[in-house]
């Protein structure tokens, strides 16, 4: 059931509860560095530091989303490298859980690959920046999350591990 090839207006789906309204946008860096004939990712902790999630945050009006994008993996990891200009990949995140104000909040979340070229170190204290597998960041993004929401992170790993083949692949040929 993946969700590629849907443009951003086909994602914001309106929600029950506020449904004259699109869900709202935020955008993430996949970071990840090559390691032999495969990738690792960098992934973070997210606020409350329960899960695991990728440096992502809301689009900036001065900069392009993969410029918002770039500057979170910078803020919340400490990274830099190339990000690609364009979105791979869309998918759903939710925030916040049902018995505390506001609730669970959906965000439909424009994914751009940037391969990291340089550790700096400084970044926000409680984020604890880690590289896993592919494999093992498919586990570690679906622990503690609803199922729905940890199938649509898992499609992130996959979706990237996919277009980096495809790109190494273009690249040797």
Known sequence: MSKVGLSIEEWQVASPRLSRFAL???????CY?????SIEFLLVN???GGKWTFPKGAPEPAMSHS????REAW??????????????HLYL????????PPGVREFVIKAFLMEVELIDGSHEAERNPTWFSSDDAKKILAKGREVKYAREMQAVIDRAVEHWGAAKAATAG
């Open 93 to 100: 995140h939710s925030k916040g859980v049902f018995w505390k």
């Open 33 to 37: 560095r090559r390691s032999g004939t």
């Open 46 to 48: 997210t606020n409350g």
């Open 24 to 30: 709202p946008l935020q955008v993430a860096a996949v």
């Open 67 to 70: 410029q918002a994008a770039e």
């Open 75 to 88: 803020e919340e990891a400490g990274v830099r490298g190339h990000i690609e200009p364009r979105h791979f």
